[in-house]
């Protein structure tokens, strides 16, 4: 892989690398791109999607190779400015109580990155109000600028190095800045790791959503007694301003807070009410946005005259950075009143809905495809795309249809692990989602399957409600045989991974649990899927680009559907074999890969043979294997 690497950045030319789980695809690409670094003077941007890796690369491979290998290697991280702590906001506004702002300022001395993931004293409402963001940056004339901002190190550091390490929700950022606004140095080499996931972040980046949460929190920074804006105003402004001044604040507030009770009307209208949990493709003449577009309108006029007059007082300092912070929030209401104008006028790339959960409702707009969005990106640079899962049965069709990209170089690596003895994959006859009796079997089958299994085992879902039923019908039965049944969204994600560590655990999951679960060895010897993991086309977003496929000639299932959820099938089976030690079973709970048309496309997406038995000789075969 390391010579793939290196002959694509040599030649500057686009790879696509699908690099099995196992084969130290990290080490190998490190390497090819500090070597090309050095020989070139080039820097070489390496972005990844899960923090998790960005700080295995940063904290691990990176200081092992300029030890061993390569003494004089320059390299940093840089991340988005807003996970960075803002040491003027901190000192100035944060509202935090006595304990907690002793707690902070300890965590302050003893950093070296003053980095969100650092901490773990403040919740990420709490840090919103600290973190560092271009708008309220005073620059130079910020007393902490020279040498104790965190973000300014982190560039300065990122500018005279051969290696960067950064994510791709920034690198889709930057390359949308224009000249003179880039927050990276400049670059033309780029590996994206995890590149199975741009496609969904460039979708967010070229997309945009505000929840009435948002909303009311960007109020609460204007208005709350503790810190809030305008109270502040009052107490430094008091001697120099009129009643006039007064009453256009009073005016602000009294908008702000009509603003929060329309927000509160549509949380608790019928109509959004009687459609929990759902989402909904709304009309552009919706009077819910109508209002809070007006509202925020209103707001965004109102604020204007209190900038101005701040103006009068520009020498105080502490003065200007209230202005700075009013100038913030308001390009936030602006921000919000763009992506409500989007429901107004209707745009055939984007479509647009209204989610609704238990906390909030969010109004969202989703590109139908992206790969128009970032076809420039690749075109200028040279990119090295990688990941465990880039291929869909034998091409990477779907992946470069996908972002955009033409005519890159195709590598496929052969895992270095022995998947016919580490690995038995079975898929039991007779279980299927479109079966009446499917919850009943599925809870059978998972039970028999449980008292088989030597070590931990994860059981993957694709619905909540489904992974709730059956953890309720089942877990008091697993816990009496002995086993410790647990389950997303009862503790912190790292905290089931700490139990799945140190027990032999059966982990109820979904969504993000069909990837970056990495427990090595016996505490995870199994993975029962239960359920092929398609999205659902009763979402907007989908169906929206289901119906994109076909009017420019394809089939949308074929061509979109089916291979999105091959791709997390991959992963969802890549969580077993993390080491060439590991071993153990794969049991598929959906008989769809037997009696529909594409199962044969799914299997062979596989490196292992999957056996089609009955629940019962499935059993004896996993008890067979363990022996």
């Not at 892989?1 to 696509?16: G, P, S």
């Not at 560092?132 to 902490?144: A, H, I, L, P």
């Not at 647990?486 to 139990?499: A, C, D, N, S």
Request: proline share 3%.
């Amino acid at each position: 892989m390391a010579h793939a690497v290196a002959d694509a950045l040599f030649n500057e030319k686009n790879c696509l690398i699908d690099a099995p789980t196992g084969i130290g695809k990290t080490v190998a690409y490190l390497i090819a791109a500090i070597i090309f670094s050095n020989k070139k003077n080039e820097k070489v941007v390496i972005s990844t999607n899960t923090i998790n890796l960005q700080e295995q690369l940063f904290k691990s491979e990176l200081p092992m190779l300029k030890r061993v290998l390569f003494k004089n290697l320059r390299f940093s991280v840089f991340m988005g400015r807003n996970r960075y702590i803002c040491l003027n906001k901190f000192y100035k506004i944060f509202p935090g109580n006595v304990k907690i702002v002793e707690k902070m300022e300890q965590w302050i001395k003893n950093t070296k990155t003053g980095i969100k993931s650092d901490q773990t004293v403040l919740s990420d409402g709490s840090w919103d109000d600290i973190a560092s963001d271009s708008d309220t940056c005073m620059g130079k004339k910020c007393s902490f600028f020279q040498s104790k901002c965190f973000y300014y190190k982190a560039k300065r550091f990122a500018l005279n190095s051969d290696i960067i390490v950064t994510n791709h929700h920034l690198m889709i950022s930057d390359f949308l800045l224009p000249e003179g606004r880039k927050i990276l140095p400049e670059h033309r080499f780029i590996v994206w790791d995890e590149a199975h996931h741009i496609s969904d972040v460039a979708t967010n980046q070229f997309g945009g959503s505000v929840s009435t949460a948002k909303i009311v929190l960007t109020i609460n920074k204007f208005i709350r007694k503790n810190g809030g804006i305008l109270h502040l105003l009052r107490y430094k402004m008091a001697t120099y301003v009129d009643d006039q001044f007064y009453d256009l604040l009073n005016c602000l507030i009294a908008a702000l807070k009509q603003l929060k009770k329309r927000v509160k009307l549509i949380e608790v209208s019928h109509k959004i009410m009687m459609l929990h949990n759902e989402i909904i493709q709304i009309d552009n003449d919706s009077r819910e946005t109508d209002e809070i577009k007006e509202a925020v309108e209103k707001i965004i006029a109102m604020a204007k005259p209190i900038i101005k007059a701040i103006d009068k007082f520009s020498d105080d300092d502490s003065i200007l950075f209230e202005k700075m912070r009013i100038i913030t929030l308001i390009e936030k209401f602006a921000d919000i009143k763009n992506i409500l104008k989007k429901f107004q006028f209707k745009d055939e790339r984007f479509i647009c809905c209204i989610r609704h959960s238990a906390k909030a409702v969010t109004f969202q707009i989703s590109p139908i495809d992206v790969s128009d969005f970032l076809h420039p990106l690749f075109a200028e640079k040279t990119n090295i795309l990688t990941s465990a899962t880039l291929k869909v049965g034998q091409d990477f069709s779907f992946i470069k249809q996908n972002i955009g990209l033409e005519n890159p170089e195709e590598i496929e690596l052969k895992s270095e692990f022995d998947w016919h003895n580490q690995v038995k994959a079975f898929m039991v006859k007779g279980i299927s989602p479109l079966d009446k009796e499917y919850s009943v079997k599925l809870e059978d089958a998972i039970i028999k399957i449980a008292a088989a299994v030597k070590g931990g085992i994860l059981i993957l879902f694709t619905s909540h409600t489904q992974m709730n039923k059956t953890y309720d019908e089942i877990g008091p039965i697993l816990e009496k045989d002995g086993k410790n049944p647990i389950i997303q969204g009862t503790v912190p994600r790292y905290k089931l991974f700490e139990i799945m560590r140190e027990t032999e655990s059966i982990l109820f999951g979904t969504s993000s649990f069909w990837e970056g679960v990495d427990i090595p060895g016996d505490n995870l010897s199994a993975v029962i899927i239960t359920h092929l993991p398609f999205q659902s086309n009763r979402d907007p977003v989908i169906n929206a680009k289901m119906k994109y496929y076909e009017t420019i000639g394809l089939n949308s299932f074929t061509k979109f559907l089916l291979p999105d959820m091959i791709l997390k099938l991959r992963q969802g089976v890549g969580r077993l074999v993390r080491k060439r030690t590991d071993r153990g079973v794969i049991v598929f709970l959906d008989y769809r890969m037997k009696t529909k048309s594409y199962g044969k496309t799914v299997s062979s997406s596989f490196q292992f043979d999957i056996k089609d038995l009955s629940i019962d000789k499935t059993v004896d075969e996993i008890k067979e294997f363990y022996e």
